[in-house]
């Protein structure tokens, strides 16, 4: 047990369990722990940081799902795993006594995205592009571009709570002249011009709306609209209303990749009686 010095009492930690969000170090008392990653696996791994207050050192520790690791004389066991998408998670440790029985986890495990690259795309073609479209793309997009040239996934996906699905036959739009249904510059004929202004690049048509990214310079969000809002007259004052629809859901389009998620029908909710006066209109997601 640590102490406080010659003839004081012992530190201990003042809780016996807790929740470590991504980014975030938590304090127990007489240390505080941080999650550096985390590997949905199998098997379950995760790489917790100890950061005792009485010591310049932080000893990392790599554990799997139910194996322990100290804390400052203590034991504390790696309890359970809630992942959301790649980059929101939640790591669950445990204080434990010796040969302490391991409670069963009931986190949730992110599944990756199942997605097929089409492939690269060099600087030549991507200024290519950008001329096409007359407009610079976002850098994080840019750069997802060059490395994947749009890509199709191999399921429907979605990101929870989010009213939209990304199909097979709708995939991430890249440079594919010779067939313009996957094409970027031809998607913003058919599927911008006639709702948004050019200071959008439509990125997708999957299920229930566009997603789409900024041409103005300095905005790598992702934004979502949807297909419901997408009514009215072509032309700047219906688009200037269409575009106060846009939702960000993604802060950039790694982050798009990873809050995707393979659908399965196990994953969704099951059927509810909703009373009277409930709003059931889909695009009300922000609000759950």
């Given at each position: 047990m640590p102490t406080t010095g010659q003839g004081e009492e012992p530190l201990r930690s003042f809780?016996?369990?807790?929740?470590?969000?991504?980014?975030?170090?938590?304090?127990?008392?007489?240390?505080r722990l941080g999650v550096r990653w985390v590997d949905a696996g199998p098997p379950v791994r995760a790489?917790?940081?100890?950061?005792?207050?009485?010591?310049?050192?932080?000893?990392?520790?790599?554990?799997?799902?139910?194996?322990?690791?100290?804390?400052?004389?203590?034991?504390?066991?790696?309890?359970?795993?809630?992942?959301?998408?790649?980059?929101e998670w939640e790591v669950t440790v445990r204080r434990v006594d010796e040969n302490e029985v391991m409670e069963p986890p009931n986190g949730r495990l992110w599944k990756p995205a199942r997605l097929r690259p089409y492939g690269q795309l060099d600087e030549t073609q991507l200024q290519s592009v950008e001329a096409a479209l007359g407009a610079r793309l976002p850098q994080q997009y840019r750069d997802w571009l060059s490395r994947n040239n749009g890509a199709q996934p191999e399921v429907e996906h979605h990101i929870p709570g989010v009213p939209f699905t990304l199909l097979p036959e709708r995939p991430l739009f890249g440079v594919h002249p010779q067939y313009p249904p996957f094409d970027l510059v031809q998607a913003q004929r058919v599927h911008r011009d006639p709702w948004l202004s050019p200071a959008w690049l439509v990125i997708a048509n999957p299920s229930g709306g566009l997603l789409v990214v900024s041409a103005q310079t300095g905005d790598e969000n992702v934004y979502f609209v949807h297909e419901l809002d997408l009514v009215g007259p072509p032309g700047p004052p219906a688009s200037a209303a269409r575009e106060r629809k846009l939702r960000a859901v993604a802060w950039s389009m790694y982050e798009l990749i990873g809050r995707l998620t393979p659908m399965e029908l196990d994953q969704l909710p099951p059927a509810q009686i909703l009373p009277p006066g409930t709003s059931t209109d889909p695009r009300n997601y922000q609000d759950g």
């Amino acid at each position: 047990m640590p102490t406080t010095g010659q003839g004081e009492e012992p530190l201990r930690s003042f809780t016996e369990i807790t929740s470590i969000p991504n980014n975030v170090p938590v304090d127990i008392g007489h240390a505080r722990l941080g999650v550096r990653w985390v590997d949905a696996g199998p098997p379950v791994r995760a790489e917790i940081i100890v950061m005792p207050h009485r010591s310049e050192e932080s000893p990392h520790h790599e554990v799997t799902l139910g194996e322990t690791f100290p804390v400052d004389g203590e034991t504390w066991r790696f309890a359970d795993l809630d992942m959301s998408s790649a980059d929101e998670w939640e790591v669950t440790v445990r204080r434990v006594d010796e040969n302490e029985v391991m409670e069963p986890p009931n986190g949730r495990l992110w599944k990756p995205a199942r997605l097929r690259p089409y492939g690269q795309l060099d600087e030549t073609q991507l200024q290519s592009v950008e001329a096409a479209l007359g407009a610079r793309l976002p850098q994080q997009y840019r750069d997802w571009l060059s490395r994947n040239n749009g890509a199709q996934p191999e399921v429907e996906h979605h990101i929870p709570g989010v009213p939209f699905t990304l199909l097979p036959e709708r995939p991430l739009f890249g440079v594919h002249p010779q067939y313009p249904p996957f094409d970027l510059v031809q998607a913003q004929r058919v599927h911008r011009d006639p709702w948004l202004s050019p200071a959008w690049l439509v990125i997708a048509n999957p299920s229930g709306g566009l997603l789409v990214v900024s041409a103005q310079t300095g905005d790598e969000n992702v934004y979502f609209v949807h297909e419901l809002d997408l009514v009215g007259p072509p032309g700047p004052p219906a688009s200037a209303a269409r575009e106060r629809k846009l939702r960000a859901v993604a802060w950039s389009m790694y982050e798009l990749i990873g809050r995707l998620t393979p659908m399965e029908l196990d994953q969704l909710p099951p059927a509810q009686i909703l009373p009277p006066g409930t709003s059931t209109d889909p695009r009300n997601y922000q609000d759950g």
